[in-house]
């Protein structure tokens, strides 16, 4: 999708040589455009527009890497007290680093699975005690290297290849990888043994053949569960090629080393992705699920809870430039956020295409070409001195979107619908809680600044 050119914010300075400006709106509306009436020239501004929020179940996303580029991808658990159980589970494919592997008359040793933590992506309370678990995929599925793979998406298990009990991650503390001087946070998972002999006793083509050798494999899931409240979700950066792959250690049969040899598989290449499931049931947020939202809102990572938003009357207030429009949401204290459960880092604003694809708006389309950031459009939660207290909160621009909703007067309601997500869906965990645009304190709205043309 391209973005629309952005609304020059000369644009009224140029209407005020060329016409007389004069707004009359013969259409009586609920949201105060009576405001707007027998205004000349200048900028007015109007924060009474009405709005109407739903708390909606996100979509399913895509959350494949089958190109190997993700910076990391998701595992673990929240007890959420205000959005209930969150699980992430996480599927991958590895392959031989090497292509011309051979192991005859070879007996295994040991198998270790390493895996690097990406500190970025971690959510939750990382001291508490987490027990981590790999499994395979079971007989007669498979993960296919080819396929997108999307957040509902769930492949049976059998066998228990490794499991960690007691951990407790330490993603920002680097250590040393084996007796080199190279560091950096990762976790180590002892694998079966039995797992590591059946790679050995493998044909030389199933070996260097990828498909082959994956559709033996199956894949394997990595899952993680803490021993508390709220848990946490870990992040691992699987691409990273030197702390994150699977180690075979193993002898030949009439070998005279006393060191055992060893074989590496990567995670690079081969397709990988997260698997995420959600239960709100007796939380807070269960209330608020599938209804029009008064006083609190619920926006949650990890395709879990999104807004609906619909502003019924925009296309009333024909005969408007949009100077700016800009979405306000404050957070809502004290529950909103917690120290182990900080705010979403990103909100983005998304609409239906004409296929039915959800897309971002324009505004955030913009951002992203000319700054490679949200930057210009905003969503990032910023504190504020407000009545004596400090709040959070986040400012979302929809100037060119809102200007297409006015110039719309079908008054179609799929026409003046937007979402509120978290960014990035597929790789978040982040959730927060707001004021709706009912709340006693600070009610969610939709503030314009405009230009009256005739």
Not at 206 to 227: C, P, V
């Amino acid at each position: 999708m391209r973005p629309s050119p952005p609304i020059p914010y000369v644009f009224a300075a140029l209407a005020l040589l060329s016409v007389t400006l004069l707004f009359h709106c013969a259409k009586p509306t609920e949201f105060g455009a009576d405001l707007l009436e027998n205004e000349r020239g200048e900028f007015q501004h109007t924060d009474t527009l009405t709005l109407r929020v739903f708390v909606e179940r996100e979509d399913s996303v895509e959350t494949s890497d089958r190109t190997s580029t993700s910076a990391y991808l998701l595992c673990g658990q929240l007890q959420d007290p205000n959005f209930g159980r969150t699980t992430a589970a996480l599927y991958t494919l590895f392959r031989p680093s090497d292509l011309n592997l051979r192991f005859r008359n070879a007996l295994v040793d040991s198998v270790v699975l390493f895996l690097r933590y990406a500190a970025e992506g971690f959510y939750g309370d990382t001291f508490q005690p987490q027990t981590v678990r790999v499994h395979r995929v079971a007989s007669g599925h498979r993960l296919h290297w080819d396929q997108p793979y999307y957040s509902h998406q769930v492949l049976p298990v059998d066998e228990l290849l490794g499991e960690v009990s007691n951990l407790r991650p330490q993603p920002r503390t680097n250590v040393p990888l084996f007796d080199t001087i190279e560091k950096g946070p990762y976790l180590r998972i002892p694998l079966s043994t039995g797992f590591g002999q059946e790679i050995l006793d493998m044909d030389s083509l199933s070996l260097t053949a990828d498909t082959l050798f994956w559709e033996k494999i199956r894949g394997l899931r990595i899952t993680a569960a803490a021993q508390g409240i709220p848990g946490a979700i870990m992040a691992f950066d699987l691409n990273n090629r030197g702390f994150s792959f699977i180690r075979l250690y193993f002898k030949y049969v009439d070998d005279t080393l006393t060191t055992s040899r060893t074989a590496d598989f990567s995670f690079l290449g081969g397709n990988k992705y997260n698997y995420f499931e959600h239960d709100y049931a007796g939380s807070p947020a269960e209330g608020y699920i599938g209804r029009e939202a008064q006083d609190l809102l619920f926006v949650q990572g990890l395709a879990g809870l999104r807004l609906r938003l619909e502003v019924p009357y925009a296309h009333l207030l024909d005969n408007i430039a949009v100077n700016k429009a800009e979405l306000e949401f404050t957070v809502a204290q004290p529950f909103g956020t917690t120290a182990t459960l900080p705010p979403v880092s990103q909100l983005v604003l998304t609409e239906r295409s004409a296929n039915g694809v959800r897309t971002l708006i324009s505004d955030a389309i913009y951002s992203l070409n000319i700054f490679n950031d949200f930057s210009r459009f905003g969503g990032s939660p910023r504190k504020y001195s407000e009545g004596g207290q400090t709040v959070e909160r986040y400012r979302l621009t929809l100037t060119q979107r809102f200007q297409a909703m006015v110039d719309n007067t079908s008054g179609g309601i799929d026409a003046q619908t937007l979402y509120v997500n978290a960014f990035p869906q597929g790789r978040s965990a982040h959730r927060v809680i707001l004021h709706g645009p009912k709340s006693a304190t600070f009610p969610a709205k939709l503030t314009l600044k405009y230009t009256v043309i005739r």
